[in-house]
């Protein structure tokens, strides 16, 4: 009871409201003009964010405590293998000209030492100071580290024909042996029967110095390191290139990409809105309108990106597809004005069709507006700054596109409908001849050729004139409206031959016992596939994802993805508690840990595990130590060990190991599913020795936990969404069951969205995510649509209110879906993979959202919905009576054509 009178009041103010603008439409028009202009100049403020690692890695992320933890035990290290970020670095895969060729033979080898030197030369002009790599590079040991193999050949003149792989153990002359992993330099390793080492892959790394005020200086030289080989040409060699901003500078350029795109979706709206808003009757017809739709939701767009910039909100590159929603959403609630507008009686007054109009339809995207804007802003409380900050950006633009819907959009239906009043021509604005009054097919074939209006006509021809004879193209493009005798007969007051099909041809075909049968079944293979689906779901957005089809990144991933994932990240193995290594229970302990990482199958085993323990055993001899002995020998290894000191803390005054660590290398991490596996069983491993107190971290695991992340957010956001969705509809829809129901469908279109995603190749991931928690407030678009036209429709059986449901919102509805779709299409033919996957997950909302919306609730209703009390008033019976005319009533609002003249202009 309460809902209902919510809405009947809305419905009265709307009534009121609509009257109002009639009134004075020039202030809808120039006010929000001016707000615009005001708000555009946040654009002044224009900030942009591409960290990747702020943007797609969630702020709760269990790798970011465990990165403290490394930073907080250990001092800070520029060797690779204890960095605690993936660092600043240029990289390289080196493959030979021909498929599969060896890259040790002696010419590749030649030109790969020649590209080491071409890198290493590269030069920097930052403030009239040059640096080179020699001046930038991270240090071990005081020096530059070199390549594995390279280094190899260099300083201790091993052939690279004669290595070992993974690792090659050089014996010192002084005693003593170096190991040197190569798992990361080469791939596609075979030995041959003679006892040569052949390889198809070789990566290099050039690892920079992370201090901040060598900051502008590393990045510029990783600008120049992918220029300078992007024009460097070998004649042995085919060359891959990558660096620490790679991904980065790919995201700003897919912004600049999607530009264009943006530029064809806004003309092909403009065309599609403006094609859906004509008629034969070119007085009713009202394709400026179809273009001042878009551009009132281009208007929201500026408005409300300004607002968000004034903020202080950083741009990011999704936030590039808003635009192309606001507009698919903006279209939709100008059909639904639309159609409202064609459902009033022309012979009233613009005032009085724009209180009938509103009272209708600016209810329903009352609704949807606020549905769609909580349910973008719901994804606002995720842990994912890029999904934040889309959802910021877009739940302010959809606000601000209701409130031009409501205003400047308004308006201009009020100047236009002034015009339809005038009977005047929707192009020219010259008056119109009704067709009945057009003549024969011959004569001037121009609209200017249109005569001018007798003097003292106020609406349309009152009698036949002599109007000389007039051709085909003059009947087609410059007729319209009715003489008064006309007006006086015609009792269709917004029939569009489209509206009709929806009513009597779709409406019909729904209403046979056949027809439901079969959307039933239908419905069920509909669940089944979506339900598998649901559980064959692919979780997590890989970084090469975020780079162009066809760029050099895409390049390098595809290359790394072939050559090297055998060998994966060296996972850093903290023991967090004091443990007495000199007595055997606890070396056992340790040895223990070290052990059940190596034997499980996302880790290499002890050949490449790098363990100073063990190292020090084979130092000492593993003899039985005494406290004080165990003290004095661990000294002097660290001080013949260098490498170690930066994983072993000792307490000065006892010698006891306060913490350390070792590494364990991956294996085969070739996806998504098993870099998730690897995380997840390292932290399991760690979990398990609580009394060790174990942490295990790299600086991947920071992208890894998206992929543990994103649905466990998704989940919430969707329930919140959905629920959000249900308390709206509760309040603003009159009876329980229609909320209900609203509610329903949109569990079932985010089911299929979810399941049919993954048929099509769309991993869950932070651009689904953002897809999937808009869904709810798409579904509501069409779902409260049509339920609220039914139940405020009449009919005494559900077929037949189900076929006036049809009649009303059928075309706006499907209006809504095909400019939708059409707003987001050229994101298809995008060269992104997040941008296509956009276009995917928001094809499948709007398909399933409509499929609900047309077919399976009015189905569904016209079968479950009690045969209706008769709907007019004693108010509107009475109205009727006295006026020997249809009184219409919408929504409850009764509304009596007015004593004043009949169509007469305000």
């Known amino acids: 009871m309460q809902a209902n009178c919510i809405e009947k009041r809305l419905r009265h103010f709307f009534y009121g409201y609509g009257r109002f603008i009639a009134r004075h439409p020039s202030w809808f028009i120039c006010l929000p003009l001016m707000l615009v202009v005001i708000l555009a100049t946040g654009f002044s403020h224009f900030q942009t964010e591409y960290d990747v690692e702020v943007l797609y890695t969630p702020d709760n992320a269990r790798s970011k405590g465990e990165l403290q933890v490394v930073r907080r035990l250990f001092d800070a290290d520029d060797s690779v293998l204890r960095m605690t970020t993936l660092g600043e670095y240029g990289r390289v895969i080196v493959t030979a000209k021909t498929d599969n060729a060896d890259v040790l033979t002696d010419d590749v080898f030649r030109e790969v030492e020649q590209l080491d030197r071409d890198i290493r030369g590269i030069w920097v002009d930052v403030s009239g100071s040059t640096f080179n790599y020699s001046v930038l590079c991270a240090r071990t040991d005081g020096k530059c580290s070199d390549d594995a193999l390279l280094g190899l050949r260099k300083h201790m003149q091993v052939d690279p024909k004669t290595v070992s792989y993974p690792v090659h153990t050089v014996s010192l002359p002084y005693g003593g042996d170096v190991r040197v992993f190569l798992g990361a330099t080469l791939s596609g390793v075979e030995h ?259 005569p001018a209006r007798p003097t003292g006509l106020k609406h349309t021809l009152l009698a036949p004139v002599n109007f000389s004879k007039h051709g085909l193209l003059f009947r087609l493009f410059c007729t319209g409206g009715y003489t008064d005798t006309e007006m006086k007969e015609v009792k269709n007051t917004g029939d569009l031959g489209i509206m009709a099909f929806f009513r009597d041809s779709l409406g019909g075909l729904m209403s046979t016992r056949p027809f439901k049968l079969c959307l039933a079944a239908v419905y069920a293979l509909y669940l089944t596939g979506a339900v598998w689906g649901c559980f064959n779901i692919n979780e997590g957005l890989t970084l090469d994802k975020l780079a162009s089809d066809g760029s050099y990144v895409d390049e390098f991933y595809a290359l790394e993805i072939q050559y090297f994932r055998k060998y994966g990240p060296a996972v850093n193995v903290i023991i967090g508690s004091e443990v007495d290594l000199w007595r055997a229970e606890d070396r056992k302990r340790v040895d223990q840990l070290v052990d059940t990482f190596e034997a499980s199958d996302c880790f290499h085993g002890a050949e490449v595990t790098i363990a100073w323990t063990r190292d020090f055993r084979s130092f000492t001899g593993d003899a039985n130590l005494t406290a004080q002995d165990f003290s004095s020998e661990l000294d002097r290894f660290l001080s013949t060990h260098k490498s170690y000191d930066h994983d072993v803390n000792v307490q000065p005054d006892s010698g006891r190991v306060e913490q350390s660590r070792f590494f364990v290398f991956a294996k085969d991490v070739n996806s998504s599913i098993q870099e998730t596996r690897l995380m997840l069983t390292a932290r399991q491993i760690a979990d398990d020795n609580v009394d060790l107190n174990v942490t295990v971290f790299h600086p991947t695991f920071i992208f890894y936990d998206q992929y543990i992340a994103v649905w466990p957010n998704t989940r919430q956001n969707l329930l919140a969404a959905t629920a959000a969705m249900f308390v709206v509809a509760l309040i603003l829809m009159p009876p329980f069951a229609c909320s209900l129901l609203v509610t329903v469908s949109i569990a079932s279109t985010c089911v299929g969205v979810l399941g049919y995603m993954t048929w099509w190749g769309v991993n869950l991931n932070t651009v689904s995510m953002i897809n999937l928690v808009m869904c709810a407030g798409f579904c509501v678009d069409f779902a409260a649509h049509v339920v609220y036209a039914f139940a405020l429709t009449d009919g005494d059986t559900g077929d037949a209110r189900m076929r006036n449901a049809l009649y009303k919102l059928g075309f706006p509805v499907a209006q809504g879906a095909l400019s939708t779709i059409l707003a987001v299409a050229p994101l298809g033919f995008a060269s992104c993979y997040v941008f296509r996957s956009f276009f995917r997950t928001m094809f499948l909302v709007v398909v399933f959202s409509a499929f609900h919306g047309l077919f399976v609730i009015p189905a569904f209703l016209s079968v479950a919905w009690p045969n209706p009390e008769p709907k007019y008033s004693v108010v509107a019976r009475a109205a009727m009576d006295s006026t020997g005319d249809e009184a219409v009533t919408l929504n409850g609002v009764c509304k009596v054509p007015p004593d004043e003249e009949m169509g007469g202009a305000l």
Not at 424 to 433: M, S
């Open 192 to 450: 041959t029967p003679g006892g040569e080492t052949k390889a198809t892959a070789w990566q290099l790394f050039y690892y920079l110095h992370p201090e901040t005020e060598h900051r502008d200086l590393v990045r510029a030289w990783q600008s120049k390191f992918l220029t300078t080989l992007a024009e460097k040409c070998y004649t042995h060699i085919n060359v891959a290139r990558f660096t620490a901003h790679s991904i980065e500078d790919e995201l700003a350029r897919n912004v600049g990409a999607v530009q264009p795109l943006f530029g064809i979706m806004f003309a092909t709206l403009v065309g599609f809105s403006v094609v859906s808003c004509m008629s034969t009757d070119w007085v009713r017809s009202k394709p400026l309108l179809g273009l001042l739709g878009v551009i009132s939701s281009g208007l929201a767009v500026v408005s409300g990106f300004g607002l968000v910039l004034h903020c202080g909100k950083p741009f990011v590159d999704i936030v590039a597809l808003s635009p192309f929603l606001i507009l698919g959403i903006g279209v939709d609630d100008m059909f639904v004005m639309l159609g409202a507008w064609r459902q009033t009686n022309f012979r009233w007054t613009v005032a009085e069709r724009m209180g009938s109009a509103f009272s209708e339809a600016a209810v329903s995207i009352t609704i949807t507006s606020l549905t769609n804007a909580l349910s973008i802003g719901i994804g606002a409380v995720t842990h994912f700054e890029s999904v934040r900050v889309f959802c910021i950006y877009t739940s302010v633009a959809v606000i601000f596109d209701y409130f031009f819907k409501v205003t400047f959009f308004a308006a201009c239906i009020v100047l236009l409908g002034r015009r339809e009043a005038a009977n005047l021509h929707a192009i020219t604005f010259r008056q119109a001849v009704p067709k009945s009054l057009a003549g024969s097919p011959k004569g001037p074939t121009s609209c200017v050729a249109c």
